[in-house]
């Protein structure tokens, strides 16, 4: 079984940068492809950036092109998200995804494991 556990959201002024990051346990992850995905209020968990576990490539969603980069640390078992330039408009909670076997990086149905979610904020 594999934990996600995020932190690293909080309140911040547009324009400004965080970095998430998501730790898991009970099982090695540099094999699982692992993403980022948002859920603001009213509206439908969305994909965010995602990572490969066969090759390292990475994927994202052009809503934050440009802006966000995913990365991983295989030793750490962890994987980020740093968040730049962010907008009023990025203000979600932010999950944590992780999948051994996936077609579709940016399909969250594809997606075996998540996190509890940070909140993120962006004033104005």
């Known amino acids: 079984q594999v934990q996600l556990v995020e932190s690293g959201g909080g309140l911040v002024q547009a324009g400004g940068s965080l970095r998430l990051s998501c730790a898991a346990s009970?099982?090695?992850?540099?094999?699982?492809?692992m993403a980022w995905f948002r859920q603001a209020p009213g509206k439908e968990r969305e994909f965010v950036r995602a990572i490969s576990g066969s090759d390292g490539r990475t994927y994202y969603a052009d809503s934050v092109k440009g802006r966000f980069t995913i990365f991983r640390d295989n030793a750490a078992n962890t994987v980020y998200l740093q968040m730049e330039n962010l907008k009023p408009e990025d203000t979600a909670v932010y999950y944590c995804?992780?999948?051994?076997?996936?077609?579709?990086?940016?399909?969250?149905?594809?997606?075996?494991?998540w996190g509890q979610g940070t909140q993120v904020t962006v004033s104005s």
């Open positions: 009970g099982r090695t992850l540099n094999r699982y492809s």
């Open positions: 995804a992780a999948s051994q076997s996936i077609t579709d990086h940016s399909s969250k149905n594809q997606y075996n494991y």
